[in-house]
């Protein structure tokens, strides 16, 4: 069974650091493709970064030079590392993978930059 278990949000002012991770068990990430998301009050799930099995990065717009997705393959981990972070990332972030077809999530992170 696929589980992806996400850790390191909280309260953290503007301008300031976190690290997400996201715990994968049931498949091995370093052959799946994983992404990040995130989902606002009132707003749509939006894709924030992905990394492929060849370490292929992609990101959002917003959050290009901010943000950097990487992966652990000995923890079996994915992370996502935020820097000058700005109000407008808060947001509950979750991760996902597809396996076999079906896609997974997460219970998701709580981020939340306010000073």
């Known amino acids: 069974q696929v589980q992806l278990v996400e850790s390191g949000g909280g309260l953290v002012q503007p301008g300031g650091s976190l690290r997400l991770s996201c715990a994968a068990s049931?498949?091995?990430?370093?052959?799946?493709?994983v992404g990040w998301y995130r989902q606002a009050p009132g707003k749509q799930r939006e894709a924030v970064a992905s990394?492929?099995?060849?370490?292929?990065?992609n990101y959002a717009d917003s959050v290009k030079g901010r943000f950097t997705i990487s992966r652990d393959n000995a923890k079996n981990t994915v992370y996502l590392q935020m820097n000058s972070l700005k109000p407008e990332d808060t947001a509950v972030y979750y991760c996902?993978?597809?396996?076999?077809?079906?896609?997974?999530w997460g219970q998701g992170t709580q981020v939340t930059v306010s000073s």
């Open positions: 996902n993978t597809f396996y076999r077809g079906t896609p997974y």
């Open positions: 990394i492929t099995m060849g370490r292929i990065t």
């Open positions: 049931g498949i091995i990430v370093n052959i799946y493709t």
